[in-house]
């Protein structure tokens, strides 16, 4: 047996995965990772809940997911040391429509240009094509309805600049009830 194997079989299943997500160019799935290893993806499953508990104890790294993909990225208090380091220029801010179309789609996706019209009360087409233009929403389908409108969802790119690990990690909007969200909205609209 060459050295190379030896040291190989030392490494854990854990760390083999862990090394896979550090190189790979994007987001992968399970199936992608077992593939590549010839092991399980019940095995490879485990490895990515060991993953995700070792980094919520410590480090500088947490595991984000995201439709079912799996991606290695640095926690985002990280983000203005390693912008300085690697000498990039600050992140765009977004608008206060960027905001509010974005917070609509996230928390309403799947969602169409229309549907956002009608909740914004505008026309979403500029505020929409900056979000696609910043990667941070994506088409997704298109409806079946008339005219067949493009049906948009939040993007890896979302979770990365917001910092969450995944849309479960979306805070609460604090609305129990139909009564309630009803209440709110006369409360905004009453003007």
Not at 4 to 17: A, G, R, T
Not at 134 to 144: M, N, P, Q, S, Y
Not at 158 to 178: A, K
Request: aromatic letters at 6%; proline letters at 5%.
């Amino acid at each position: 047996m060459t050295e190379s194997n030896e040291l190989q079989k030392k490494i854990s299943l854990v760390d083999h995965v862990e090394g896979l997500l550090f190189v790979a160019p994007g987001p992968v799935t399970l199936p992608q990772i077992a593939a590549s290893m010839e092991v399980s993806t019940a095995d490879i499953e485990k490895a990515i809940e060991e993953l995700i508990e070792r980094y919520e104890r410590s480090g500088g790294l947490y595991l984000q997911i995201h439709k079912g993909k799996y991606q290695l990225t640095t926690k985002p208090g990280l983000g203005a040391v390693i912008e300085k380091f690697l000498g990039l220029q600050a992140t765009t801010r977004l608008s206060r429509a960027g905001l509010e179309t974005l917070a609509i789609i996230a928390y309403k996706q799947p969602f169409t240009r229309p549907q956002l019209d009608d909740v914004r009360g505008v026309n979403s087409d500029g505020v929409l094509k900056s979000l696609l233009s910043k990667g941070l929403i994506e088409e997704t389908g298109r409806a079946d309805g008339p005219g067949r409108p493009i049906i948009y969802g939040t993007t890896s790119e979302f979770l990365q600049y917001f910092g969450l690990t995944s849309l479960e990690n979306l805070p609460s909007l604090g609305i129990n009830t139909e009564n309630e969200a009803m209440e709110i909205q006369e409360k905004v609209f009453k003007d």
